[in-house]
Nanobody, 126 residues
Framework: QVQLVESGGGLVQAGGSLRLSCVVP?????????IGWFRQAPGKEREFVAAIAWSVGSTYYAGFLEGRFTISRDTAKNKVYLQMNSLKPEDTAAYYC??????????????????WGQGTQVTVSS
């Protein structure tokens, strides 16, 4: 099964930064695709973080981010990035990237994505 591949997670102190990367296999995307980042903490549901439309680059963000995270893409390298600044302990979670349809209704929902990565752990210490 085709999977996306995340990297860049790790342990960081509160207030620090991390940049996550996601390699997106070509067969998982089309002109109408969006690549999303989700996160899941132990005992909690998977929640939407951010997404980017693959072809036009328009972005979507979860309201709780308060401008701390930025999503971007490099179509030549088939990569999507999530720059995370001003990290807080509550940002601790496994972070997943996924490929799905660029539909504003489905972008924030895990069910709107067909391909997923294995996740990368982000731990923010206080």
């Amino acid at each position: 099964q085709v999977q996306l591949v995340e990297s860049g997670g790790g342990l960081v102190q509160a207030g620090g930064s991390l940049r996550l990367s996601c390699v997106v296999p070509g067969r998982t995307i089309s002109r109408n695709s969006a690549i999303g980042w989700f996160r899941q903490a132990p005992g909690k549901e998977r929640e939407f973080v951010a997404a980017i439309a693959w072809s036009v680059g328009s972005t979507y963000y979860a309201g709780f981010l308060e401008g701390r995270f930025t999503i971007s893409r490099d179509t030549a390298k088939n990569k999507v990035y999530l720059q995370m600044n001003s990290l807080k302990p509550e940002d601790t979670a496994a972070y997943y990237c996924a490929a799905g349809k660029n539909d504003p209704y489905t972008v924030p929902k895990p069910a709107g994505y067909d391909y997923w990565g294995q996740g990368t752990q982000v731990t923010v210490s206080s």
